[in-house]
């Protein structure tokens, strides 16, 4: 309660501040490439979607090969052994009502057995309350729930906003508020409705920013591929002494 008050107050700073980093901000467009492909040989044992925002859509590189869903896909090959299917379906500006009424209904039918929802950020950022937050993304966790009944479904929460090199201070800190109250709200909606939720990344390094400062280039989502893969339900290549259980 104390956060959502205090952001409140500081809403003056957002908009002004704000407003100024939006205008001065570089645009980057998503990746150019392939949104499905297959690590492995036949048919595929595990398939993988990432969904959500311009962190699905990897906006910021040049090719999809460096995205979050290829990169967990490989590395869930390399890990298990398994073939793995993966599909983008990442957005540039979405947010969670967006992606419940007009992505979903219009995904392909594959069984998926790993779905990464990667949303948040705009959310925060257009400063949506955490009543809408709780009725859109809890809504679409519903909505993904029923489509992909056996798919195991994670969420990832929104980082530290104040080690963005794009976000100067005080902006940083008073989004960052938002982060925290959309972040513990996401979390809650996740044991509710059958998703995991991963905490999120413990480090940022300035490096794995891409030049505008605020999206993560492909050294970044390699990290943040790292850190997802360590969340997983999966069996390993090696030995079952050594499997993750969540």
Not at 6 to 13: D, E, N, R, T, V
Request: contains cysteine; proline residues 6%; aromatic residues 8%.
């Amino acid at each position: 309660m104390l956060a959502s008050i205090l952001s409140w107050f500081c809403f003056p700073i957002y908009i002004v501040q704000g407003l100024y980093v939006r205008k001065t901000s570089m645009r980057l467009s998503p990746a150019s490439g392939p949104r499905s492909g297959q690590f492995g040989q036949g048919d595929a044992e595990l398939k993988v979607l990432s969904i959500g925002d311009s962190s699905a859509a990897a906006v910021g590189l040049e090719k999809t090969s460096g995205a979050i869903g290829p990169q967990l896909a490989n590395k869930l090959h390399d890990r298990t052994g398994k073939t793995v299917l993966w599909h983008i379906s990442g957005h540039n500006s979405a947010v969670a009502g967006e992606i419940r009424d007009h992505v979903v209904p219009n995904l392909e039918p594959v069984d998926y057995s790993h779905i990464f929802i990667m949303l948040g950020t705009n959310d925060m950022k257009n400063w949506h309350s955490v009543k809408r937050w709780k009725k859109e993304f809890g809504s679409l966790l519903y909505a993904l729930r029923t489509r992909f009944p056996e798919a195991k479904i994670y969420w990832h929460q929104a980082i530290d906003f104040r080690r963005a090199p794009a976000l100067p201070e005080p902006l940083g800190s008073v989004l960052n508020l938002r982060v925290g109250l959309l972040n513990r709200k996401g979390a809650q909606l996740c044991v509710e409705r059958g998703a995991i939720c991963i905490p999120p990344l413990p480090i940022v390094e300035a490096s794995g920013y891409c030049e505008d400062g605020f999206h993560a280039n492909e050294r970044g989502y390699d990290v943040w591929s790292d850190h997802l893969l360590d969340h997983l339900d999966c069996e390993p290549r090696t030995s079952p002494a050594v499997a993750r259980i969540i």
